[in-house]
């Protein structure tokens, strides 16, 4: 598995001034997607799949690695953002791809953008504050977070700049990825795929954890879209061992978008889905599957 630079980076300022930072991989003339990163990610997440047949577009979001914060909570400005950066970098449409607290984010996108969204697909994605009462790993520290909102975020840039300092988020990043290993397929060197994953979460909280309040705030309320909204052919997919985001999550977007196609993967869990399954979401987003 190998681990592609991006080919391009881009800094673009949206019409209120605000500034979106997002990494271009893959071949200029392959088919675009947008590829819209998970909780405490940033935009170098997708090298994590190694090389796609896509022209992949991943923006940091709202907050995190070199994006400036939305100054209202809302995922459907962000689905507006979207439509200004396909703009700046002359892309009339392209598929979707939202990976875990990204899935909102991207299912905003196709909302507002209609017809400029050829395909969306939902990666082991976050639901709704309803489905958000579901036990679950970090589904379940969200809601924490967000009850006891001040204190934590209070609290989660010192102890983030301490982790650093003494080299400790990559243990607690191993720890966090140790119930995954047995499910990567036997060609993912998985040592180097946990690097990978600590540079883009480094990069992510490099300037602070406003990408991650910004989250805890979007996704634990009501939210200002609908999946009623979204006209495309959706693939929602998820892991059936899923510790972090639990499959009744899937089962609420399937149930509630208009297209979608959902393929619950028997043997695959958080991480572990998104990586196993890169070329078949590429396929997908390349409208070939």
């Known amino acids: 598995m190998t681990a592609p630079a991006p080919r391009a ?3 673009i300022r949206l019409p209120d001034g605000r500034r979106l930072v997002c990494a271009e991989f893959g071949h200029p003339d392959d088919p675009p997607a ?3 990163h998970g909780f405490l990610g940033s935009r170098l997440e997708p090298r994590i799949a190694g090389e796609l047949p896509l022209r992949l577009i991943a923006p940091d979001r709202p907050g995190y690695g070199a994006s400036e914060p939305m ?3 809302s995922l459907r400005r962000f689905g507006a953002d979207m439509g200004f950066l396909l703009d700046a970098l002359g892309v009339p449409a392209a598929a979707v791809v939202g990976v875990s607290a990204g899935g909102p984010y991207a299912l905003a996108t196709a909302a507002v953008l209609g017809p400029r969204v050829r395909r969306l697909a939902l990666v082991c994605a976050v639901a709704n504050k309803k489905v958000l009462r579901s036990e679950g790993g970090a589904v379940r520290l969200m809601r924490l977070a967000r009850r006891h909102g001040r204190f ?3 609290l989660a840039p010192v102890l983030l700049r301490n982790l650093r300092l003494h080299g400790l988020d990559e243990a607690v990043l191993r720890l966090i990825l140790a119930p995954e290993r ?4 036997p060609e ?3 040592e180097r795929l946990e690097r990978l994953v600590l540079v883009s ?3 992510g909280t490099r300037r602070g954890i406003a990408g991650a309040e910004m989250d805890l705030e979007n996704l634990t309320r009501r939210w200002d879209v ?3 909204e979204v006209a495309c052919p959706t693939l929602v997919l998820h892991g059936a061992l899923d510790r972090v985001v639990p499959v009744a999550h899937a089962h609420w977007y399937a149930s509630r978008l208009v297209d979608a196609r959902l393929e619950i993967v028997p043997d695959a869990g958080h991480i572990s889905l998104a990586v196993n399954e890169a070329q078949r979401i590429a396929a997908y987003a390349r409208g070939e599957a």
């Open 9 to 11: 980076q881009h800094r």
């Open 34 to 36: 947008l590829y819209l």
């Open 71 to 73: 100054p209202t909570k």
């Open 152 to 154: 934590a975020l209070g």
């Open 182 to 185: 047995p499910l990567f397929r």
């Open 188 to 190: 993912i060197d998985v």
């Open 201 to 203: 979460v480094r990069e």
């Open 226 to 228: 609908s999946p009623r």
